[in-house]
């Protein structure tokens, strides 16, 4: 019987090397005894039957097999090293042996790996930190229980996620330790060895309190994706019972009360300042100016917001600013505002006589070269700066609105509506306002022949003088 010894129960390069060696000799699997330290041995240790080879052997591991067998190593499964040398040794006779999952070697491979892969998760989601008091330089420590010898393959995780601070990780066999620079391996501590608190841990069980939802709750899955047993080192594993008490308690109450409507999109009102309305909008500018809702504005100039007398009947609400705009910081300026306002000249209106704005406040784009190519914003974008729109409505209290292209169409109406159908019909506002729609003068722009340009110029004229003859005649 061959004895190989290990340095430890994790020492995947020692197991690696002894399997690389025994079969280069031809070692069969029955005929090797792993053991881990030097733990003496029996009268017939060192005997093994070795197979001949006419040829040296060229020893072929399937990438797939080291990456599972490193994670293999890890269980306490106290056969690991005996089932992954039989592996490897059958490998060497089929090569496609891992595509086989019914095989009970390979079966037995994966529920290993499985149960490491799982064991790992469940350190990354435990983990709690505590600080250290009396340290030099701020130092936090955590005690951990993991079901498998995971530390090594576990902790580079919060080396990364926790690059600059000095940490430790303590487990009953391993521990890790990071000073910011070198993360290191020691033996196994004892939980005294860890902290059992500190002044931090009150601010995350009122984090934990605070994104628990009742209405989600599912006691079966919870506990399954977080098991008990590592409850005892969780400072917020005290909260865990009141609060799900809490949750049937307040389930109970919304089935014994009464339905409610759910509420419009209007009615979630904007809170108008107490200021004279010129004020006021520039106010809303300023606010506007550091909106951070979405993620629309990092990369924009500015925020291009409306501009036009308060008193304006007519509203027109375009898409979002474009590279024109995003510069100078009000709507239409570029070449589609040039071809607006050579529609306007042909329906009889002025800038004077509207209020001008965008659905979405900021330009969003695609760097290509020294140039920024127009990019649509997203749904997101459009719920998000619904607010401000909200808020401009509140204070213009315009009688009609003018929705050009389908993204103001959807800011306005909260849902999507064909361009062409919102045209013909009209549409109520998310605030009950009445809106017409049209082309957007970029649009027109995009238009590849000079009949279709022209065609789709006259629908924007006669879409504005229809906005016009209806304000009117609400007058």
Known sequence: MRVEALD???DFDGWRAAARRLLTEGVRPEDVRWQVGDTGGDLFD?????????????????KAFLADAQRAICHRDPGRFDLLYRLL?????????LANAVDDDVHRLHALTKAIRRDVHKMHAFVRFRSVAGEAEETFVAWFEPEHRITEIGT?????????????????????????????FTE?????????GDELEDLWRGYFRSIFNPARLKVKAMTSEMPKKYWKNLPEAELIAPLIAEARQMEARMVEAAPTRAKRLAQYDYAEPDLPPADALAALKRKAAACELCDHACHATQTVFGEGPLTARLMVVGEQPGDREDI????????????????LADADLSRDDLYITNAVKHFRFT????????????????DHCRWWLKAERALVKPR????????????LHGTPLKVAAARAEGFECFDGGKAFASLHPAAVLRQTTAADRDRAYRSLVDDLRRAKAEVMEAA
């Open 188 to 196: 196994g501590a004892q939980r005294s060895d860890a902290p059992s």
């Open 46 to 62: 060192g005997i093994g039957r070795a197979v001949p080879a006419a040829k040296p052997r060229t020893i072929t591991v399937p």
């Open 367 to 382: 760097p290509k070269g020294k140039k920024r190519l127009h990019q649509p914003p997203r749904v997101g974008h459009i």
């Open 328 to 343: 100078a910081g009000r709507p239409f300026v570029g070449p589609a505002g040039a071809l607006f306002d050579e529609a």
């Open 156 to 184: 580079p995780f919060f080396m990364r996620r926790f690059a600059t601070m000095r940490w430790s990780i303590l487990t009953p066999d391993r521990c890790a330790h990071w000073d910011k620079e070198v993360l290191r």
């Open 89 to 97: 040794w059958r490998l060497q006779r089929n090569k496609g042996l």
């Open 8 to 10: 430890h129960e994790t």
């Open 400 to 411: 009609l609105t003018l929705a050009m292209g389908a993204t103001a169409i959807r800011s």
